[in-house]
């Protein structure tokens, strides 16, 4: 059984950062991805980065130049840097992982339970 544990959410003013970590743990043969969604309230879950096992990265427009996604490979963890945070980055944000739990077989998508970001003006 795999989990993901988010930690790093928290209440920060406008211009401030928070560093959010995710680690992956349970029965894992390998990871393909690792990134990050949110969601805001009355919105639709957005991604927001990913990153794959061998470095390549994608952001979200609304983020770049702002959030710097990073993992570590042998820790099963990926962590999210976000500096020059705005009121519109408020949401729920939820670590997400597509791992293969044995040799050959599918890979499926796994979601942590989210942490709270909350960004005041």
């Known amino acids: 059984q795999v989990r993901l544990v988010e930690s790093g959410g928290g209440l920060v003013q406008a211009g401030g950062s928070l560093r959010l970590s995710c680690a992956a743990s349970?029965?894992?043969?390998?990871?393909?991805?690792m990134g990050w969604y949110r969601q805001a309230p009355g919105k639709q879950r957005e991604l927001v980065t990913t990153?794959?096992?061998?470095?390549?990265?994608n952001y979200a427009d609304s983020v770049k130049g702002r959030f710097t996604i990073s993992r570590d490979n042998a820790k099963n963890t990926v962590y999210l840097q976000m500096n020059a945070l705005k009121p519109e980055d408020t949401a729920v944000y939820y670590c997400?992982?597509?791992?293969?739990?044995?040799?050959?077989?599918?890979?499926?998508?796994?979601w942590g339970q989210g942490t709270q970001v909350t960004v005041s003006s």
């Open positions: 990153i794959t096992s061998g470095g390549s990265t």
């Open positions: 997400n992982a597509k791992i293969l739990t044995h040799r050959s077989s599918p890979t499926y998508n796994y």
């Open positions: 349970g029965s894992i043969f390998s990871i393909n991805s």
